[in-house]
């Protein structure tokens, strides 16, 4: 028994760090009660970068789509490699649809370093917003999650992704593994340190933590109560 431990300990080692992963996502899901906002509130500085760009839709591409009618700033650090993040990306696509005009996304990368495609799934999102498509792959590479998520090398067909949006893909090819993107994704990460942040996806409301939820009417009703109480300061 001792030897067959021995001989197999990489292999075993793969499966109780599978199980981790999965108990890990089945406690995302459970963890329960009702949604709420909680903690401390975070410095706008941490959540929001610099950088964020002021659109009014997803059209152009941007890092935020919002107005200067926006009463209320929602901001997530995710990884695209998380089954949990793809679940919730479509739910805040709809919260941005029921508040068009009153709330600000701000999408930060926290690629999860036991996620082999977590990075470059990340440089390829960011890669097309210098070509005005961030949230067209965004959404591409969530909606194909488990088109990639297992492949050794998935560059190609983020490269087929690039092309099927119409970008310049030479561009494209060249900005996925250049230093401007790398050093985006890394301030994220440091940002996601800095704050304390070990789960994806976390969200923020104005600030203040969210406690999540799978009911979209749940989620709805947080934004709406942040919308209304700083609509009424």
Known sequence: MKDFFA??????????????????GVFLFSKGGSPGISGNKV??????????????GFANG????????????LVEFGDYECPACAVYSPLVKQLLTD??????FVFRNYPLPQHANALISS?????????GKYWQMHDKI????????????????????AKDLGLNVDQFISD??????KDKVQNDLSDVNAIGINETPTFYLNGKKITL??????????VQSAVTNNQSQ
């Open 99 to 104: 508040f068009a005009g009153k709330i600000g």
């Open 7 to 24: 001989r197999n300990k990489g292999f075993i080692a793969v499966i109780i760090g599978t199980l981790i992963l999965i108990l890990g």
């Open 43 to 56: 410095s706008s500085s941490l959540l929001v970068p610099s950088n964020a760009i002021e659109t009014s």
């Open 176 to 181: 996925l593994s250049s230093s401007g993107i």
């Open 142 to 161: 969530y909606e194909t999650q488990n088109d990639w998520v297992n492949l050794s090398d998935p560059k190609d067909i983020f490269i087929g992704y």
């Open 123 to 131: 440089y390829a999102v960011e890669a097309a917003g210098l070509q």
């Open 62 to 73: 941007s890092y935020m789509p919002a107005s200067s009618s926006a009463t209320a700033t």
């Open 213 to 222: 939820t799978e009911n979209y009417n749940e989620l709805k009703s947080l």
